[in-house]
């Protein structure tokens, strides 16, 4: 079967903190589809961390530095310029769409400039549908793109911060012009429902992040060590999990912490680490690959991530599939991926002592931490498989293009 041919975009591609979307895109090759990857800005260095990110950053199309060629960026307008209802049309809706003030509608002028060179790229490699991932900026020029071009668009909605700003995003717009919209998870949808008209809500549809189960190994142990995977800023409530392992240090002796990740608060955090006197018991080891994460759970005992905001965190799938028993806060869709007292633990955000609790009874039973890795094991490589979400997303991508748009929120169990 001949497979539409797809182009994927986001705001910077590839980064070290959205393997999930380079996972993504591998399986949607493996399916046969063509997918031409496209990034409005470009990647910087401390994200190549592997060889498959330096693979993708190099296929990469990059809209921005394209646009900055005035000889390229007249080219593509003027093809658009050829038919002017069409071209005020979209003109107009960078326009009504733009946030309020000077400095939003000038933003939004300059997504219209570079969705014209991103239209212009993507009928000149023939693609047929595009997709875009976190619908904020990148999202504006997907939009701006499928009103200049006709080349119809959906795009995967995560959350939490969109729904901070949705009407700055303007979300509504996004959904109502779209094909379809993917969303992580049903809280997810439902806070989209919030702001969509009632007339879109068949087409969200929510297609879960996933990872690819095979690559993880597990091992069991019965020692006291902990890691965190994650960006170093203020939603992911690092600070807390900080001031917990000061907590936990005088009668837990043989306790640990690794922190893979980076971000503004990695400075902040290493003088705090010191200040609470923990700084002999934590590791900072900066961005890891995907090869290097999945070695450091096979040295996990705990994965713990203390996050004050989240969609559903792609790491504790990370971890869920090694058979690490993962601790994490009761926000957004989290519940969706980690059952408590089956899989990990959940527990309030921002509560150091409900965090240290839970921390206490993880290390208590190491057969129960054993059993609840299993659980979540089998957990994702039943909803959150990878290959499986691609399949899935590959299917409304053919349906809705086809004219017969899928129906239901997910596939049916055994599809």
């Given amino acids: 079967m001949t497979r539409l041919k797809l182009a994927y975009l986001t705001g910077e591609y590839p980064r070290a903190s959205d393997t999930f979307i380079q996972r993504e895109v591998a399986a949607l090759r493996k399916l046969g589809h063509e997918v031409e990857t496209c990034s409005i800005r470009t990647t910087g260095p401390e994200h190549l961390v592997g060889p498959e990110q330096r693979e993708e950053h190099a296929r990469t199309f990059k809209v921005l530095a394209a646009a900055k060629s005035p000889m390229r960026l007249l080219r593509a307008h003027w093809r658009w310029m050829r038919n002017p209802a069409r071209y005020g049309k979209a003109l107009g809706l960078a326009w009504r769409t733009a946030p309020k003030g000077i400095k939003g509608r000038l933003y939004n002028l300059i997504y219209f400039l570079e969705a014209g060179v991103l239209a212009a790229h993507l009928q000149d490699q023939g693609v047929q549908h595009l997709h875009n991932h976190i619908a904020k900026a990148s999202c504006t020029v997907a939009m701006l793109s499928e009103a200049l071009s006709g080349i119809p668009y959906s795009f995967t909605i995560h959350g939490p911060d969109i729904f901070f700003e949705p009407n700055h995003w303007r979300i509504d717009e996004k959904a109502a012009r779209a094909k379809f919209v993917a969303c992580i998870s049903d809280f997810c949808r439902s806070q989209l429902m919030c702001f969509a008209k009632q007339s879109d809500w068949e087409k969200l549809h929510i297609v879960h992040c996933g990872v690819e189960p095979e690559r993880y190994g597990r091992t069991w142990h019965s020692g006291q060590r902990m890691l965190f995977v994650g960006r170093l800023a203020g939603v992911k409530g690092v600070p807390i999990l900080l001031q917990t392992l000061g907590e936990l240090q005088k009668d837990m002796p043989d306790l640990s912490l690794r922190l893979i990740g980076d971000g503004p608060e990695r400075a902040s955090l290493e003088q705090m680490s010191k200040e609470l006197g923990v700084s002999d018991r934590l590791e900072f080891l900066g961005y890891k690959n995907q090869t290097e994460v999945a070695e450091a759970l096979l040295e996990t005992d705990l994965f713990v991530l203390p996050s004050f905001a989240e969609g559903v965190p792609v790491v504790l799938m990370e971890a869920m599939a090694s058979g690490v028993p993962v601790i994490t806060t009761q926000i957004a869709g989290i519940s969706e991926l980690v059952t408590h007292g089956e899989s990990g633990w959940l527990v ?54 086809n004219g017969k748009p899928a129906p239901g929120k997910r596939p049916e169990p055994g599809e």
């Fill in 348 to 401: 309030p955000p921002g509560d150091v002592p409900s965090l240290a609790a839970a921390i206490r009874r993880g290390f208590e039973d190491p057969p129960e931490r054993q059993a609840m890795g299993e659980v979540g094991r089998e957990t994702v490589e039943a909803q959150f498989n990878s290959d499986k979400e691609a399949a899935w997303l590959s299917h409304l991508i053919t349906s809705y293009a």
